[in-house]
């Protein structure tokens, strides 16, 4: 790495130094309680909708725990968190598109 | 042309990093976000066909469930671990960084294995696809049998997005055990896949799908030869970008390919 990449390398170090171990212990434990809500719910005879709406809910959480806490996002520039969340988030929201079809699929056959 | 000439090494002669970060650090994140797509597009897949499938299977019972969820603990408990050893690396506590990164390998392990038992348990009762060889003298399961014929989507869509999210945690190990003991894992990995390779029978996805490893090592060894170095914590963290990717991803796979498809007896 050249003189600037190993600079920024020892900022980002020093941030990551002023952040505690509890933090991860705790992270990591409301990720197992969110699972176990998680398996416990697949037991429960639910509409497959309303149940799909809740662990997806669930998941997101979790996403965002992990995404925030153990991949450093939270402390990330306000920049970087914009730009590639909402690019992500943008992209993915796209793939939507494709299930009007799927619904007619299930509404009127195929035709 | 000389008076002109860029100063690479003085620093102040560049621009501050736009996202106040390394670059290495932003190319992993590039690559995560492509490789997020991907699986996105396959989840879409899924969700597709569970949409569109009036008749969607619920062929996982309590056994498959206790397995998954296992298998999602031991997820859960390498991204501490891997979180771990990034923070005994900005410390500058290599040991503790090979300690760390040897838990996250084992967990990653762990998961593969249980992951690998599951399919095969799965394919020898009938749930399987016409690539793969039957198992000679496995008692097919009615259910699972009839859920490929009927539904032949449902194990298409199963085994490529768990088999893709088994693979990226298999080289998730073999990175995180290159930057880990660099040369010095290339004879294990050719050990691992030896083992791998002469212990599945010859029927089963794992005795090919072990060549991966074959394939990685020799990837591994290009790379550690063109470009030897001692990693860094700068390294550590943009290889636990990965690992938690690979964690982020199954958090996904698991409620909507297990829990929704879940037996309700």
Redesign the interface.
């Known amino acids: 790495?050249?003189?600037?990449?190993v600079?920024?390398?020892e900022r980002?170090?020093?941030q990551?130094?002023h952040?505690g171990?509890g933090q991860?212990?705790w992270v990591?434990g409301v990720?197992?309680v969110i699972?176990a809500i998680?398996?416990y719910?697949?037991?429960q005879?639910m509409e497959?909708v309303r149940?799909?709406s809740i662990?997806?809910g669930?998941?997101l959480i979790?996403?965002a725990l992990?995404?925030g806490?153990?991949?450093?996002m939270k402390f990330?520039?306000s920049?970087?968190k914009w730009?590639?969340m909402c690019?992500?988030v943008f992209?993915?929201a796209m793939?939507?598109v494709?299930?009007p079809?799927?619904?007619r699929?299930?509404h009127l056959g195929v035709r | 042309m000389a008076d002109v000439a860029v100063q690479?090494?003085?620093?102040a002669a560049?621009e501050p990093?736009?996202?106040?970060?390394?670059?290495?650090?932003i190319g992993m994140?590039l690559f995560l976000?492509s490789d997020?797509?991907t699986f996105?597009?396959l989840l879409?897949a899924y969700?597709?066909?569970r949409?569109?499938?009036?008749n969607w299977p619920t062929p996982f019972h309590s056994s498959s469930?206790i397995n998954a969820?296992i298998m999602?603990?031991f997820l859960?408990?390498s991204?501490?671990t891997?979180?771990?050893a990034?923070?005994a690396?900005?410390?500058g506590n290599m040991r503790a960084v090979q300690g760390w990164l040897f838990a996250t390998m084992a967990c990653g392990i762990g998961f593969v294995v249980l992951h690998g038992r599951e399919w095969s348990h799965l394919i020898a009762e009938g749930l399987t696809l016409p690539v793969f060889p039957s198992v000679p003298g496995a008692e097919a399961n009615k259910e699972f049998v009839d859920v490929s014929k009927t539904v032949p989507q449902f194990a298409a869509t199963f085994f490529g997005l768990t088999g893709m999210h088994m693979l990226h945690v298999t080289l998730g190990v073999v990175y995180l055990g290159v930057v880990a003991l660099r040369k010095k894992f290339i004879p294990i990995l050719l050990g691992l896949w030896l083992l791998a390779w002469l212990a599945t029978p010859s029927y089963s996805p794992f005795h090919y799908g072990a060549h991966v490893l074959l394939l990685s090592a020799i990837v591994c060894s290009v790379i550690l030869w063109l470009k030897p170095k001692v990693y860094?914590?700068?390294d550590i963290?943009v290889a636990?970008?990965y690992w938690?990717?690979v964690?982020?991803v199954w958090?996904?796979i698991?409620?909507?390919v297990?829990?929704?498809s879940?037996r309700?007896v």
């Open positions: 790495m050249d003189a600037v990449q600079a920024i390398a980002v170090a020093e990551h130094r952040h171990k991860f212990f990591w990720l197992l699972t998680e398996v719910l697949g037991y005879n497959p149940m799909l662990l997806m669930l998941s979790k996403a992990i995404i806490y153990f991949m450093h990330e520039l920049r970087m730009i590639t690019s992500l992209c993915l793939m939507c494709f299930f079809d799927a619904f699929i299930l | 690479q090494s003085v620093a560049y990093s736009l996202f106040g970060t390394y670059s290495k650090k994140w976000l997020s797509l996105g597009a879409y969700s597709y066909g949409i569109s499938t009036p469930i969820t999602t603990a859960l408990t991204s501490l891997m979180v771990l990034v923070r690396a900005v410390f860094d914590s700068s963290e636990g970008l938690h990717f964690d982020l958090m996904f698991f409620p909507l297990y829990l929704m879940t309700i």
